[in-house]
């Protein structure tokens, strides 16, 4: 009996740290696609509009492709395997709101009510500065878990920035019924729009903490576990904020968001449903009981239940006291008269939807002029985004990333819904704008902050682990097998 001897070398590593790709390539085409599609449809508003092509087009279409190519430098540079469509899907709607504002930028109607003109070029600066901010996040947050350790800093940090607008001297005069913007000299800025993602970052450090005691349950109830009464102080507490915020500065929209952001992250760090029931029934408490004594949101629901009654009280000059707006009617008459294939790139007359058309109801220029398919492709893109944040929450490695990533996804997807269902009809109006596509430099800038996070958290998830030093006794082990 013979035996041989074969020496082996053994060799270890991981999975991930096998030819990972890092998918810049395919960043860097989806990109030319994001920017040749808006250009395209600015030189199709030129030519409805003028009969030719707009003079500022090459203008337009370098400063576009510019912006997007430093963003993507930086990404190959500082976050080299992060999610190859986020920063596309941001240029794309991005591009096309500069398109839609530089549309209604040429409307008489709205230069003589002093809402228009000059816009576009505002908004190609908001885009550049947001640029700029997402660079920033990615040069200087090296690791997304860093922002753990200002879990209660950003309490306070999101606190003062709600609180911001009620300070005398420093909160603009009431603005269309809602306290939320800031005036520092010429500009003003909305704190909100920031807040929301410095709210993030502090329920995704508290849950992480707390999630276990949120998660213990005291006694079943109809096929739901009850959370016992202590661990219901946290959604209380932040439903007393919410109201506040919708009280005091009759912001519904941004307490509809905080509030729902909360019981989202809420319910993925303890997977209990009890918690998306007791926010719902919450939610709808707060929401009736301060419609009941709020003559701002009474006019918002008004306006929802009878658009046209509104409209024709508008048109009358009724004189009751009351604020009656036209807007929404003429929003769902700008839908339907855009069908399923729209009229075109400015050959639509959303302009009479007036001092809003650029920014609130902005969706519905494209419902009018690129019609429900248009619509729908524009949400498809916004799907995607939250699609993308919702993979990079699964892929993290760490509970606080994990949480981060899903709260800001589905804060991104709450704005969404409230606009597009407020502008359509399907819920009341609530003064927030359609994140890249409407005008307004707050929300363009905190945005594109939010995808830089974002893009952060994907790059650590993704990022292939390396792999461990050589051990020098599995070199010389030797392998026997009988021949």
């Not at 395919?26 to 030189?43: D, G, K, N, R, S």
């Not at 005036?183 to 276990?212: C, H, N, W």
């Not at 400015?346 to 248009?374: K, M, V, Y």
Request: charged share 10%.
């Amino acid at each position: 009996m013979s035996s041989t001897t074969n020496t082996s070398t053994q060799h270890t590593s991981t999975i991930g740290a096998i030819g990972t790709p890092s998918r810049r390539n395919t960043e860097l085409a989806l990109l030319a696609f994001a920017v040749v599609i808006p250009v395209f449809a600015y030189a199709n508003v030129g030519l409805a509009l003028n009969d030719e092509v707009p003079a500022g087009l090459a203008a337009y279409g370098i400063g576009l492709g510019v912006l997007a190519g430093i963003g993507h430098l930086v990404v190959r540079k500082f976050a080299p395997y992060a999610d190859p469509l986020l920063l596309p899907l941001a240029t794309l709607l991005n591009g096309l709101g500069l398109v839609a504002i530089w549309r209604l930028d040429q409307s008489s109607l709205l230069r003589g009510l002093g809402v228009a003109g000059g816009k576009a070029t505002n908004q190609l600066i908001y885009t550049s500065l947001g640029i700029a901010l997402l660079i920033a996040v990615l040069i200087f947050l090296k690791d997304h878990r860093t922002l753990q350790r200002y879990t209660y800093i950003s309490m306070v940090g999101a606190l003062v920035l709600l609180l911001l607008p009620l300070v005398p001297g420093l909160g603009a005069d009431l603005t269309y019924g809602a306290k939320i913007w800031i005036k520092v000299g010429s500009f003003t800025i909305q704190p909100g729009e920031f807040a929301k993602i410095v709210l993030a970052v502090f329920f995704a450090g508290y849950l992480m903490v707390k999630r276990d005691a949120l998660a213990l349950a005291s006694r079943r109830f109809m096929g739901l576990y009850l959370p016992r009464g202590r661990d219901l102080g946290p959604i209380i507490v932040v439903w007393v904020i919410s109201i506040l915020i919708l009280v005091f500065e009759t912001d519904l929209g941004t307490s509809l968001l905080f509030f729902g952001m909360f019981v989202i992250m809420l319910y993925v760090a303890t997977e209990r449903t009890s918690w998306i029931v007791f926010g719902l029934l919450m939610s709808a408490a707060g929401a009736v009981g301060v419609a009941s004594f709020e003559p701002h949101v009474q006019t918002r629901v008004q306006a929802w239940l009878d658009p046209m009654r509104e409209y024709q009280l508008s048109r009358a000059g009724a004189n009751d006291g009351i604020v009656h707006s036209e807007q929404a009617m003429q929003a769902l008459w700008a839908f339907g008269s855009g069908g399923t294939l729209g009229t075109g790139w400015g050959q639509g007359h959303s302009e009479l939807i007036r001092f809003a058309a650029n920014s609130d109801f902005i969706l519905a220029t494209f419902g009018e002029e690129l019609g429900l398919a248009g619509v729908m492709a524009i949400l498809l893109v916004y799907g995607l985004i939250v699609e993308r944040g919702i993979r990079t929450a699964l892929a993290a490695r760490d509970p606080f990333g994990k949480l981060l990533a899903i709260g800001l996804s589905g804060a991104f997807a709450l704005q969404v819904f409230v606009v597009a269902g407020g502008v359509m009809g399907l819920i009341p109006l609530t003064g927030m704008t359609m994140p890249f596509l409407a005008y307004g430099g707050s929300s363009v800038i905190a945005n594109w902050a939010l995808i830089g996070v974002l893009i952060r958290i994907s790059d650590t998830a993704r990022r292939p682990a390396p792999a461990p030093a050589p051990n020098p006794d599995a070199e010389m082990t030797q392998v026997v097998r009988p021949s």
